[in-house]
Protein backbone atom coordinates (compact mmCIF):
# COMPACT_ATOMS: atom_id res chain seq x y z
CA UNK A 1 0.00 0.00 0.00
CA UNK A 2 1.06 3.57 -0.65
CA UNK A 3 -0.27 6.58 -0.20
CA UNK A 4 -0.03 9.24 -3.51
CA UNK A 5 -1.34 12.80 -4.10
CA UNK A 6 -3.42 13.95 -6.64
CA UNK A 7 -2.61 18.37 -7.79
CA UNK A 8 -4.06 20.57 -9.62
CA UNK A 9 -3.11 19.89 -12.69
CA UNK A 10 -2.01 23.46 -15.01
CA UNK A 11 -4.86 23.02 -18.16
CA UNK A 12 -3.67 25.79 -19.96
CA UNK A 13 -0.28 27.65 -20.85
CA UNK A 14 -1.51 30.87 -18.25
CA UNK A 15 -3.21 29.26 -16.29
CA UNK A 16 -2.11 29.72 -12.19
CA UNK A 17 -4.77 28.35 -10.51
CA UNK A 18 -8.41 26.48 -10.92
CA UNK A 19 -11.53 25.60 -9.18
CA UNK A 20 -13.27 22.58 -7.59
CA UNK A 21 -16.40 22.91 -9.23
CA UNK A 22 -17.69 19.43 -8.63
CA UNK A 23 -16.18 16.14 -7.24
CA UNK A 24 -16.99 13.35 -8.89
CA UNK A 25 -15.94 11.03 -6.57
CA UNK A 26 -16.13 10.40 -2.80
CA UNK A 27 -13.68 9.49 -0.09
CA UNK A 28 -14.05 5.11 0.06
CA UNK A 29 -14.27 5.19 -3.64
CA UNK A 30 -12.31 2.55 -5.66
CA UNK A 31 -11.14 4.37 -8.96
CA UNK A 32 -9.20 3.60 -12.15
CA UNK A 33 -6.44 5.18 -13.53
CA UNK A 34 -7.68 7.91 -16.19
CA UNK A 35 -11.17 8.05 -14.26
CA UNK A 36 -12.67 11.21 -14.04
CA UNK A 37 -12.43 12.20 -10.55
CA UNK A 38 -13.24 16.06 -10.41
CA UNK A 39 -14.51 18.94 -12.80
CA UNK A 40 -12.30 22.06 -12.48
CA UNK A 41 -13.47 25.34 -13.62
CA UNK A 42 -10.80 27.92 -14.71
CA UNK A 43 -10.81 31.34 -17.09
CA UNK A 44 -9.84 29.61 -20.15
CA UNK A 45 -11.96 25.99 -19.80
CA UNK A 46 -13.52 23.98 -18.31
CA UNK A 47 -12.80 19.80 -18.07
CA UNK A 48 -12.67 16.83 -16.23
CA UNK A 49 -9.77 15.86 -14.43
CA UNK A 50 -8.85 12.27 -14.31
CA UNK A 51 -6.71 9.93 -11.81
CA UNK A 52 -3.09 9.63 -12.11
CA UNK A 53 -2.96 6.17 -10.37
CA UNK A 54 -5.73 3.05 -9.78
CA UNK A 55 -6.77 2.64 -5.86
CA UNK A 56 -9.00 3.84 -3.49
CA UNK A 57 -9.71 8.02 -2.52
CA UNK A 58 -8.25 8.22 0.63
CA UNK A 59 -8.86 12.11 1.56
CA UNK A 60 -10.90 14.45 -0.49
CA UNK A 61 -8.99 17.87 1.13
CA UNK A 62 -10.23 20.72 -1.32
CA UNK A 63 -13.72 21.46 -0.51
CA UNK A 64 -15.69 22.01 -3.94
CA UNK A 65 -16.14 25.94 -4.81
CA UNK A 66 -12.86 26.31 -3.38
CA UNK A 67 -9.99 27.74 -5.64
CA UNK A 68 -6.56 26.27 -5.48
CA UNK A 69 -2.79 26.98 -7.09
CA UNK A 70 -1.92 24.62 -10.43
CA UNK A 71 0.46 21.75 -8.19
CA UNK A 72 -1.53 21.64 -4.57
CA UNK A 73 -2.72 19.11 -3.65
CA UNK A 74 -6.58 17.96 -3.96
CA UNK A 75 -7.44 14.60 -2.47
CA UNK A 76 -5.11 11.46 -1.88
CA UNK A 77 -5.31 8.35 -2.59
CA UNK A 78 -4.43 4.78 -1.89
CA UNK A 79 -2.29 2.82 -4.79
CA UNK A 80 -2.63 -1.11 -4.04
CA UNK A 81 0.46 -1.25 -6.31
CA UNK A 82 4.00 -0.07 -6.77
CA UNK A 83 4.78 1.94 -10.13
CA UNK A 84 6.35 -0.92 -11.70
CA UNK A 85 3.59 -3.26 -10.80
CA UNK A 86 0.68 -1.12 -12.44
CA UNK A 87 2.93 -0.50 -15.48
CA UNK A 88 3.25 -4.41 -15.78
CA UNK A 89 -0.40 -4.65 -15.30
CA UNK A 90 -1.66 -1.93 -17.18
CA UNK A 91 -2.94 -4.20 -20.07
CA UNK A 92 -4.39 -6.26 -17.82
CA UNK A 93 -6.12 -3.72 -16.16
CA UNK A 94 -7.21 -2.17 -19.37
CA UNK A 95 -9.32 -5.20 -20.43
CA UNK A 96 -10.54 -5.89 -17.04
CA UNK A 97 -12.28 -2.16 -17.04
CA UNK A 98 -13.66 -2.87 -20.66
CA UNK A 99 -15.27 -5.93 -19.41
CA UNK A 100 -16.79 -4.37 -16.08
CA UNK A 101 -18.34 -1.73 -18.08
CA UNK A 102 -20.19 -4.05 -20.56
CA UNK A 103 -21.79 -5.75 -17.30
CA UNK A 104 -25.06 -4.26 -15.11
CA UNK A 105 -22.97 -1.92 -12.85
CA UNK A 106 -24.96 1.34 -12.22
CA UNK A 107 -23.18 2.48 -9.41
CA UNK A 108 -22.61 5.75 -10.87
CA UNK A 109 -26.07 6.39 -12.69
CA UNK A 110 -26.93 9.17 -10.53
CA UNK A 111 -23.88 11.06 -10.42
CA UNK A 112 -24.17 13.63 -12.71
CA UNK A 113 -21.89 16.07 -13.80
CA UNK A 114 -22.76 19.42 -13.74
CA UNK A 115 -22.12 19.73 -18.00
CA UNK A 116 -25.01 16.76 -18.01
CA UNK A 117 -27.11 18.50 -15.38
CA UNK A 118 -27.13 21.43 -17.27
CA UNK A 119 -27.83 20.55 -20.27
CA UNK A 120 -30.73 18.29 -19.33
CA UNK A 121 -32.29 21.06 -17.12
CA UNK A 122 -32.15 23.66 -20.75
CA UNK A 123 -33.51 20.71 -22.86
CA UNK A 124 -36.23 19.66 -20.04
CA UNK A 125 -34.58 15.65 -19.91
CA UNK A 126 -35.55 13.87 -17.56
CA UNK A 127 -32.36 11.59 -16.99
CA UNK A 128 -34.10 8.88 -14.37
CA UNK A 129 -35.45 7.86 -18.13
CA UNK A 130 -32.07 7.09 -20.23
CA UNK A 131 -29.49 4.45 -19.90
CA UNK A 132 -25.69 5.63 -19.04
CA UNK A 133 -22.92 4.52 -21.38
CA UNK A 134 -20.15 6.05 -18.75
CA UNK A 135 -18.46 3.67 -16.34
CA UNK A 136 -20.99 2.18 -13.66
CA UNK A 137 -23.85 3.19 -15.84
CA UNK A 138 -22.76 7.17 -15.52
CA UNK A 139 -25.06 9.39 -18.01
CA UNK A 140 -22.41 10.84 -20.37
CA UNK A 141 -23.30 14.39 -22.44
CA UNK A 142 -22.80 12.42 -25.45
CA UNK A 143 -25.80 10.41 -24.44
CA UNK A 144 -28.35 13.75 -23.63
CA UNK A 145 -27.05 14.94 -26.78
CA UNK A 146 -28.40 11.80 -28.84
CA UNK A 147 -31.21 11.39 -26.77
CA UNK A 148 -31.70 15.33 -27.63
CA UNK A 149 -31.38 14.74 -31.58
CA UNK A 150 -34.16 11.54 -31.49
CA UNK A 151 -36.69 13.74 -29.71
CA UNK A 152 -36.49 16.01 -32.34
CA UNK A 153 -36.23 14.07 -35.15
CA UNK A 154 -39.93 12.84 -33.78
CA UNK A 155 -41.02 16.03 -33.27
CA UNK A 156 -40.47 16.81 -36.91
CA UNK A 157 -42.35 13.87 -37.81
CA UNK A 158 -45.43 15.05 -36.49
CA UNK A 159 -45.54 18.62 -36.47
CA UNK A 160 -44.19 21.69 -38.35
CA UNK A 161 -40.94 23.48 -36.94
CA UNK A 162 -41.86 26.39 -35.25
CA UNK A 163 -39.34 29.23 -34.73
CA UNK A 164 -39.69 31.15 -30.97
CA UNK A 165 -37.66 34.17 -29.39
CA UNK A 166 -35.88 31.55 -26.81
CA UNK A 167 -35.90 32.92 -23.20
CA UNK A 168 -32.48 34.42 -21.94
CA UNK A 169 -30.79 31.79 -19.79
CA UNK A 170 -29.16 32.23 -16.73
CA UNK A 171 -26.72 30.51 -14.58
CA UNK A 172 -27.60 29.35 -11.20
CA UNK A 173 -31.34 29.79 -8.86
CA UNK A 174 -33.31 32.71 -9.50
CA UNK A 175 -34.73 34.07 -6.35
CA UNK A 176 -37.51 36.56 -6.40
CA UNK A 177 -37.38 39.69 -3.69
CA UNK A 178 -40.03 40.84 -1.52
CA UNK A 179 -40.08 44.43 -4.33
CA UNK A 180 -40.32 41.72 -7.49
CA UNK A 181 -36.31 42.30 -7.98
CA UNK A 182 -34.99 39.04 -8.25
CA UNK A 183 -30.67 37.81 -7.33
CA UNK A 184 -29.05 35.65 -9.68
CA UNK A 185 -26.36 34.12 -7.78
CA UNK A 186 -22.87 34.90 -9.97
CA UNK A 187 -21.81 31.27 -10.74
CA UNK A 188 -20.00 29.31 -13.02
CA UNK A 189 -18.30 30.88 -16.30
CA UNK A 190 -20.20 34.10 -15.89
CA UNK A 191 -18.13 33.86 -11.75
CA UNK A 192 -14.72 32.96 -13.80
CA UNK A 193 -15.28 36.25 -16.44
CA UNK A 194 -16.32 38.37 -13.37
CA UNK A 195 -12.72 37.36 -11.79
CA UNK A 196 -10.76 37.72 -15.06
CA UNK A 197 -12.04 40.62 -16.27
CA UNK A 198 -11.06 42.36 -12.51
CA UNK A 199 -7.30 41.51 -12.85
CA UNK A 200 -7.32 42.57 -16.04
CA UNK A 201 -7.94 45.77 -15.20
CA UNK A 202 -6.85 46.13 -12.13
CA UNK A 203 -3.31 44.75 -12.87
CA UNK A 204 -3.08 46.35 -16.68
CA UNK A 205 -2.51 50.08 -17.42
CA UNK A 206 -5.19 50.31 -20.55
CA UNK A 207 -5.08 53.10 -23.30
CA UNK A 208 -7.09 52.73 -26.55
CA UNK A 209 -6.62 54.18 -29.91
CA UNK A 210 -9.32 53.87 -32.83
CA UNK A 211 -8.79 54.33 -36.68
CA UNK A 212 -11.83 54.41 -39.82
CA UNK A 213 -11.18 51.64 -42.75
CA UNK A 214 -12.50 51.91 -45.64
CA UNK A 215 -13.58 48.16 -47.06
CA UNK A 216 -15.90 48.88 -49.66
CA UNK A 217 -13.52 46.89 -52.16
CA UNK A 218 -13.18 43.90 -49.77
CA UNK A 219 -17.11 43.89 -49.27
CA UNK A 220 -18.05 43.43 -53.08
CA UNK A 221 -15.19 41.47 -53.29
CA UNK A 222 -16.39 38.85 -50.50
CA UNK A 223 -20.42 39.78 -51.55
CA UNK A 224 -19.05 38.18 -55.86
CA UNK A 225 -17.14 35.17 -54.27
CA UNK A 226 -19.35 34.49 -50.74
CA UNK A 227 -22.34 32.05 -52.57
CA UNK A 228 -19.74 29.81 -54.46
CA UNK A 229 -17.32 29.58 -51.88
CA UNK A 230 -20.31 28.13 -49.73
CA UNK A 231 -21.31 25.73 -52.28
CA UNK A 232 -17.63 24.45 -52.69
CA UNK A 233 -16.39 24.72 -49.08
CA UNK A 234 -20.09 24.53 -47.19
CA UNK A 235 -19.46 26.84 -44.59
CA UNK A 236 -19.44 30.72 -44.87
CA UNK A 237 -16.71 32.96 -45.97
CA UNK A 238 -17.25 35.99 -43.06
CA UNK A 239 -15.80 39.30 -43.24
CA UNK A 240 -14.12 38.04 -39.90
CA UNK A 241 -11.37 35.88 -41.77
CA UNK A 242 -10.65 38.71 -43.61
CA UNK A 243 -9.51 41.01 -40.56
CA UNK A 244 -7.94 38.58 -39.12
CA UNK A 245 -5.98 37.43 -41.96
CA UNK A 246 -5.09 41.54 -42.02
CA UNK A 247 -4.25 41.51 -38.19
CA UNK A 248 -2.11 38.05 -38.58
CA UNK A 249 0.03 39.86 -41.50
CA UNK A 250 0.35 43.14 -39.44
CA UNK A 251 1.81 41.18 -36.33
CA UNK A 252 4.72 39.82 -38.47
CA UNK A 253 5.92 43.56 -38.93
CA UNK A 254 4.80 44.69 -35.45
CA UNK A 255 6.05 41.72 -33.07
CA UNK A 256 5.77 44.10 -30.34
CA UNK A 257 1.82 43.82 -29.88
CA UNK A 258 2.64 39.74 -30.03
CA UNK A 259 3.95 40.64 -26.44
CA UNK A 260 3.27 39.37 -23.00
CA UNK A 261 4.34 41.57 -19.97
CA UNK A 262 6.51 39.42 -17.60
CA UNK A 263 6.97 41.99 -14.57
CA UNK A 264 10.82 42.03 -15.01
CA UNK A 265 10.46 41.29 -18.78
CA UNK A 266 8.69 41.11 -22.02
CA UNK A 267 7.76 38.08 -23.64
CA UNK A 268 7.50 38.93 -27.41
CA UNK A 269 6.45 35.38 -28.89
CA UNK A 270 7.15 33.90 -31.95
CA UNK A 271 4.23 32.18 -32.87
CA UNK A 272 1.22 34.31 -33.72
CA UNK A 273 -1.75 32.79 -32.51
CA UNK A 274 -5.33 34.30 -32.74
CA UNK A 275 -7.38 34.33 -29.85
CA UNK A 276 -11.02 34.95 -30.94
CA UNK A 277 -14.23 35.34 -28.97
CA UNK A 278 -17.25 32.74 -29.34
CA UNK A 279 -20.64 32.97 -27.25
CA UNK A 280 -22.23 30.10 -26.09
CA UNK A 281 -25.44 31.28 -24.64
CA UNK A 282 -24.40 33.58 -21.82
CA UNK A 283 -20.95 31.39 -21.57
CA UNK A 284 -17.94 33.21 -23.21
CA UNK A 285 -15.32 31.08 -24.57
CA UNK A 286 -11.84 31.86 -26.23
CA UNK A 287 -10.93 29.39 -28.43
CA UNK A 288 -7.13 30.37 -30.32
CA UNK A 289 -6.32 30.05 -34.35
CA UNK A 290 -2.88 28.89 -34.17
CA UNK A 291 -0.67 29.88 -36.56
CA UNK A 292 -2.83 32.10 -38.13
CA UNK A 293 -0.09 34.54 -40.11
CA UNK A 294 0.99 30.86 -42.17
CA UNK A 295 -3.15 30.53 -43.45
CA UNK A 296 -4.96 31.33 -46.00
CA UNK A 297 -7.92 33.49 -45.78
CA UNK A 298 -9.94 30.00 -46.21
CA UNK A 299 -7.81 28.05 -43.62
CA UNK A 300 -8.64 31.01 -41.03
CA UNK A 301 -12.32 30.70 -41.74
CA UNK A 302 -12.31 27.24 -41.61
CA UNK A 303 -11.01 27.59 -38.47
CA UNK A 304 -13.51 30.26 -37.53
CA UNK A 305 -16.25 27.92 -38.33
CA UNK A 306 -14.27 24.86 -36.76
CA UNK A 307 -13.79 26.44 -33.36
CA UNK A 308 -17.31 28.06 -32.97
CA UNK A 309 -18.91 24.85 -33.97
CA UNK A 310 -17.50 23.11 -30.98
CA UNK A 311 -18.13 25.72 -28.32
CA UNK A 312 -21.57 25.56 -29.20
CA UNK A 313 -21.43 21.93 -28.79
CA UNK A 314 -19.31 21.73 -26.07
CA UNK A 315 -16.56 19.90 -27.81
CA UNK A 316 -13.61 22.73 -27.03
CA UNK A 317 -10.82 20.92 -25.15
CA UNK A 318 -8.23 22.54 -23.69
CA UNK A 319 -5.51 22.75 -26.46
CA UNK A 320 -7.79 24.16 -28.60
CA UNK A 321 -7.95 27.10 -25.95
CA UNK A 322 -4.22 27.43 -25.54
CA UNK A 323 -1.46 29.61 -26.66
CA UNK A 324 -2.98 32.67 -27.67
CA UNK A 325 -0.82 35.50 -27.71
CA UNK A 326 -2.79 38.48 -29.49
CA UNK A 327 -6.87 38.64 -29.01
CA UNK A 328 -9.56 39.81 -32.57
CA UNK A 329 -12.68 40.42 -30.99
CA UNK A 330 -15.70 40.62 -33.54
CA UNK A 331 -17.84 42.81 -31.91
CA UNK A 332 -19.45 44.03 -35.53
CA UNK A 333 -21.87 40.60 -34.76
CA UNK A 334 -23.79 42.74 -32.28
CA UNK A 335 -23.87 45.83 -34.83
CA UNK A 336 -21.98 48.04 -32.39
CA UNK A 337 -19.56 50.73 -33.93
CA UNK A 338 -17.45 51.60 -31.20
CA UNK A 339 -16.26 50.08 -27.96
CA UNK A 340 -13.47 49.54 -25.84
CA UNK A 341 -12.39 45.76 -24.86
CA UNK A 342 -11.16 44.39 -21.82
CA UNK A 343 -7.91 43.17 -22.67
CA UNK A 344 -7.37 39.23 -22.27
CA UNK A 345 -4.56 38.70 -19.66
CA UNK A 346 -1.85 38.44 -19.98
CA UNK A 347 -1.49 39.16 -23.63
CA UNK A 348 -0.74 42.64 -24.54
CA UNK A 349 -3.78 44.13 -26.83
CA UNK A 350 -6.99 43.25 -28.07
CA UNK A 351 -8.52 44.44 -31.33
CA UNK A 352 -12.29 45.39 -31.86
CA UNK A 353 -13.84 44.95 -35.60
CA UNK A 354 -17.02 46.60 -35.22
CA UNK A 355 -19.98 46.46 -37.80
CA UNK A 356 -19.26 47.82 -41.41
CA UNK A 357 -21.12 50.47 -42.09
CA UNK A 358 -22.64 52.53 -45.01
CA UNK A 359 -21.60 56.37 -44.68
CA UNK A 360 -20.85 59.19 -46.90
CA UNK A 361 -17.42 60.28 -47.18
CA UNK A 362 -15.97 62.79 -49.45
CA UNK A 363 -13.41 61.49 -52.46
CA UNK A 364 -12.34 64.11 -54.63
CA UNK A 365 -14.37 66.63 -53.10
CA UNK A 366 -17.77 64.53 -54.45
CA UNK A 367 -19.76 62.75 -51.77
CA UNK A 368 -20.14 58.92 -51.99
CA UNK A 369 -21.21 55.92 -49.98
CA UNK A 370 -18.51 53.98 -48.77
CA UNK A 371 -18.60 50.89 -46.44
CA UNK A 372 -17.00 52.17 -43.61
CA UNK A 373 -15.67 50.48 -40.69
CA UNK A 374 -14.14 51.14 -36.98
CA UNK A 375 -11.21 49.36 -35.49
CA UNK A 376 -11.20 50.11 -31.98
CA UNK A 377 -7.40 48.61 -30.39
CA UNK A 378 -6.85 48.13 -26.42
CA UNK A 379 -3.15 47.89 -25.66
CA UNK A 380 -1.46 47.34 -22.57
CA UNK A 381 0.89 50.38 -21.83
CA UNK A 382 3.29 48.73 -19.53
CA UNK A 383 4.13 47.05 -23.06
CA UNK A 384 2.78 49.78 -25.70
CA UNK A 385 2.84 52.78 -26.65
CA UNK A 386 1.00 55.15 -29.07
CA UNK A 387 3.92 55.45 -31.50
CA UNK A 388 3.87 51.47 -32.01
CA UNK A 389 0.16 50.85 -32.02
CA UNK A 390 -0.93 53.92 -34.41
CA UNK A 391 2.00 52.41 -36.97
CA UNK A 392 0.29 48.75 -36.39
CA UNK A 393 -3.49 50.39 -37.18
CA UNK A 394 -1.79 52.10 -40.22
CA UNK A 395 -0.59 49.02 -41.80
CA UNK A 396 -3.70 47.03 -41.24
CA UNK A 397 -5.79 49.32 -42.45
CA UNK A 398 -3.68 49.57 -45.29
CA UNK A 399 -3.53 45.76 -45.69
CA UNK A 400 -7.84 45.87 -45.38
CA UNK A 401 -7.89 48.69 -47.85
CA UNK A 402 -5.92 47.24 -50.15
CA UNK A 403 -7.92 44.19 -50.55
CA UNK A 404 -9.61 43.55 -53.98
CA UNK A 405 -10.44 41.00 -56.72
CA UNK A 406 -6.82 41.78 -57.79
CA UNK A 407 -4.74 41.57 -54.61
CA UNK A 408 -5.53 38.80 -52.71
CA UNK A 409 -6.55 35.02 -53.18
CA UNK A 410 -8.52 33.21 -50.31
CA UNK A 411 -6.63 30.16 -51.15
Known sequence: MAIEQLTMPQLGESVTEGTIE?????????????????????????????????????????????????GDVMCTIEVEQTKSERELTETTQSVEIT????????????????????????????????????????????????????????????????????????????????????????TGVRKVIAQNMVRSKQEIPHAWMTVEVDVTDLVNYRQSIKDEFMRKEGYNLTY???????????????????????????????????????????????????????????????????????????KLTTKDMQGGTFTVNNTGSFGSIHSMGVINYPQAAILQVESIVKRPVIINDMFAARDIVNLSLSLDHRVLDGLICGKFLAHVKSLLEGMNESTINIY
Request: proline share 5%; net charge negative.
Open 22 to 70: KWLVNEGDYVNKYDPIAEIMTDKVNAEVPSSFSGTIKEIIVEEGTTIAV
Open 240 to 314: FAFFVKAVAQALKQFPELNSTWAEDKIIQRKDINISIAVAKDNELFVPVIKNADDKSVKGIAHDIYSLAMKARTG
Open 99 to 186: QSETTDDQSMKTRYSPAVLKLAQQHNVDLSMLSGTGRGGRITRKDIEQYIETKQDERKEKVPQITTQPEPKREGKITPTAVGDIEIPV
